[in-house]
Each structure stands twice: as C-alpha cells, then as structure tokens.
C-alpha cells in the first residue's frame, strides 16, 4: 500500500522533530525549509533545527524540574532533538546546553540519511494545496509574511505576536580571567557529575552595577514602529527593558550575585554578576546567560565592554531581535493538534504558543506521532495530561480559560515555558523526609515536584506502550 506523505512546512525544531517521528512510524515525510532559498532576520546557516537564540535547552533534572522531565519524556519517545541535544552537550552545570553547530549538522544529516524523509528548499508562500492530504506547519517564530497572511486568512483570526531577544556571544580567549572565573551556582554539577565549574562569573561592585544601568538606560535601542503594541515574552525580556522597571531589577534576575565566590578574593562579595556559559564544544565561545538585548550594535561594544573582565571583549555575535508569531490555539485546534477549519492541517511548535526550544520540539514530537497514526488508520489520544507532554497539548488546546470574551483582541492567550502548574494536582498528604520528620513548606513542595514527575513518567509508559 502506497501511504501519502506528511508535508511539514519548516524545518526548525518541531518540524524536525515531527519528520523523524513520523518517517520512524513507517510514513514518508517531506520537509519543506524555505532556507537558503528564502533568509530570515535571525538564522546564519541552512541548517536544520538552528538554534538561534541561546544554545541551552535549560534543567536537565527530571526529578524536580518540569523542563527536565520534558526531556526525559522526549528520550523515552525517541526524540531525535533531546538526543542529538544530549550528543552535542556542553558544560552547563545542572542544564542541558549544546554546541549549536555540531547539534544542527547531525539533526540535519540523520534527517537527510533516512530513507523515508525527503528534504525540499524552499518557501511554501500559501496555505498548503489541496492535494496535500496531510500537514503540519511548524514554521515557528520566524513564519514567512506570505504564510502568516495565508494562516490569518484561513483562520478567520488576527495573529498575536511577541518580541523575542537573542544574547551575545564572546570569544573566550578575550575575557580576563584575572578578573572571571569558573563556577557554577552553589557549585552545582551537571548531570553527569562535572560541569561544577561551567560557567564563567564576572563581579561587579555597587559603584560599577549603577554605571552599567545607567548606560543601559541611556543607549540607543532598535525600535520597530510598525509593530508597536507587541509585547516581549516575558521569559526572554531584552536587558535593558528589566532594566526599565527598576535599577535592582537585573540584580535580582540574571546578574543576582547569590551562590558564587569570588576565586580572586574570596572575601570580597560582589553586588552583582554577570554570568557566561559555554556555546560551542569547544569551549572557544561563551554566551552571555539572560542578556538578550534590543541595544544598537555599537552600543553594545560599548556597554558590555564596561563589565570586570570583559573590557576587551571580542564578540563572535551581538545580540538582536525579532518578532516571533503564534496563533490562539485553544480557539483554532482541536485535541489532535489539527485546525479545526481544516482538518488536514496541524500546527507544531512555538507557533501554537509554547514557548522554548524544547517545547517546540515536544509539540512537533506529539503532531508527527499523531499525523503518522492518521495516515496508518490509527487514531492515538495525546499524551496524558499528567506527562509534560500531555500538559502542554492540554494547555494550547484547551487548558487556558479563555473566559466570556466576545472580543476576539482581548483574549489573554500567550507563550508559555512547560511548568508543574500546567500539571493537574496530585494528593501528597503527609510527608516524610529520611529522618522521620514531617517535611513543610519548601521540602514537602519539592517532594510534591518529584511525585509529579514519577506518576508522569508512569502515566508517558502507558501511552507509548499502547501505540505499538
């Protein structure tokens, strides 16, 4: 029997995903990449599954991290992002971060080596043709205008849309390390036991944290006026814009300077500290952790160059941003990630309004499995809604309340990062630590979070096992 393929419109981290889950089912996939055909504003390659802006997909620790037990929900289902992720892994303390080069050349040769995937360049400019019996857009926050305009019009719907920054990243050889240095937070090490010193801390005093606020506030900033009224997502906001809303913002966020010894004069506590972590394997470029940034080029030279230890920094990349685009999912798909005004099409990724690397790639793994079951005459549920997975098909499809709004502009949909509050509840009662006690407050939370991530990897076993 002849199966007709899957289309799958991009080919970033959902749509790569989605294409090696279904070719792996037994179903042809063609996976179109309008890249080098057609560039974007943030990609530098034609590589599939780029990662754009940070090289972390953040916790590996599945026990008591909602993103951590993504993962291993996705290496349980044979995810080919979470194991090229794992293959091209980088020191990043209890994180999962990658060398981004060597993760998209391997995501790019296993897709182009298998037999049942067909790799077409190109951009798709229209709502998929009629005779394309199956697909699934995954185009992400980076959806060409000609698509967004064929979704908008298809949908009946306005996009929302939101601003997404990207951080810099500098050549280590030009950071000073007499005035860095190497620690992790708390000395905390990565999941295979190293990584205790996997990234790189530059202090600052009081005198130098105010100046370098001061300046952030000052400089120029890349505005974009025909988008005004976008708003950032708010787990990726622009330094200078944290920075905006109070001077102690930043030192309270990314540059909190708690955890961390100063190995230069242990005695000497920092008033706040700028953090760098490993981009590449080998360990030549360093990102700066949460210093996404809107700041003019120049600007950022100038003000970066102002942090203890990078005054002669050299940067392999500035930081930047664009617009990211998602639909309002809960009104437009239903349970099986299909457009219900349309029921041949799926959305997958950051464009159904999750939001991360992994996320977007964990909803490409659910639309390829279920587009494959489709073109077998299978039908598969989506995952629990106690699993990671499930949890955030259960929240673009349905799980946010919308509320009584007849105004479609005043819906409160938006991006959202995989949490244990997505998680329905579970009873914990009375709990125990090793010493007989009862555990309280913080403890018993993080007993809870471990009791959340068992039953769900419990529950992800049940419905890979019946998809056999």
Not at 262 to 290: C, F, I, S, Y
Not at 420 to 445: H, M, Q, S, T
Request: proline share 5%; with cysteine; glycine share 10%.
């Amino acid at each position: 029997m002849t199966i007709e393929p899957i289309h799958i419109i991009g080919g970033g981290m959902a749509g790569s995903e989605a294409a090696w889950q279904a070719a792996n089912l037994g179903v042809p996939v063609v996976l179109h990449e309008m890249r080098p055909v057609r560039k974007t504003d943030a990609h530098h390659t034609d590589g599939l599954a780029e990662l754009v802006c940070s090289n972390s997909f953040r916790s590996d620790d599945w026990e008591y991290n909602a993103v951590g037990l993504l993962h291993e929900e996705m290496r349980r289902a044979g995810g080919l992002i979470i194991s090229m992720g794992d293959r091209h892994k980088v020191p990043a303390g209890s994180a999962l971060a990658v060398d981004r080069d060597g993760f998209s050349a391997d995501v790019t040769a296993a897709l182009k080596a298998h037999p049942l995937v067909t790799v077409e360049r190109g951009e798709i400019d229209g709502w998929p043709p009629r005779d394309w019996a199956s697909v699934i857009i995954a185009t992400g926050p980076l959806t060409s205008d000609a698509l967004a305009k064929a979704i908008l019009a298809n949908t009946g719907e306005d996009s929302l849309a939101f601003f997404d920054a990207i951080a810099p990243i500098v050549h280590l050889e030009t950071i000073d390390m007499s005035k860095a240095w190497k620690q992790s937070r708390y000395d905390k090490p990565g999941p295979g036991g190293d990584g205790a010193e996997a990234y790189i801390n530059c202090p600052m005093s009081k005198e130098q944290y105010d100046a370098f606020i001061a300046a952030l506030l000052a400089a120029p900033k890349t505005e974009f006026k025909e988008w005004e009224g976008t708003p950032y997502f708010e787990g990726c906001l622009p330094i200078e814009v944290m920075a905006e809303r109070g001077a102690e913002t930043l030192r309270f966020g990314p540059m909190k300077p708690v955890g961390l010894t100063n190995a230069h004069d242990p005695t000497v506590k920092a008033w706040a500290v700028v953090q760098l972590r490993q981009d590449n394997k080998l360990g030549t470029l360093w990102n700066m952790v949460g210093f996404q940034t809107k700041l003019k080029h120049g600007a950022q030279t100038d003000i970066f160059r102002m942090i203890p230890g990078l005054e002669n920094a050299q940067f392999a990349r500035l930081g930047g941003i664009h617009r990211n685009t998602f639909i309002n999912s809960p009104a437009l798909l239903d349970g099986q990630l299909r457009l219900k005004a349309d029921t041949r099409v799926r959305f997958a990724g950051q464009v159904t309004g999750v939001e991360g690397y992994v996320e977007s790639a964990a909803m490409g793994l659910v639309a390829g499995r279920m587009a494959a079951a489709e073109r077998l005459g299978r039908k598969i549920e989506a995952p629990p809604a106690t699993t990671a997975l499930g949890a955030l098909v259960n929240h673009i499809t349905g799980g946010h309340v919308i509320g009584q709004i007849e105004d479609s502009s005043a819906r409160s949909f938006q991006p959202m990062n995989v949490n244990y509050g997505l998680f329905p509840g579970i009873e914990v009662g009375e709990l125990k630590g090793p010493d007989g006690k009862r555990l309280k407050g913080a403890d018993k939370g993080r007993a809870r979070k471990r009791m959340l991530s068992v039953r769900a990897l419990d529950d992800l076993q049940g419905w890979l096992q019946g998809q056999v």
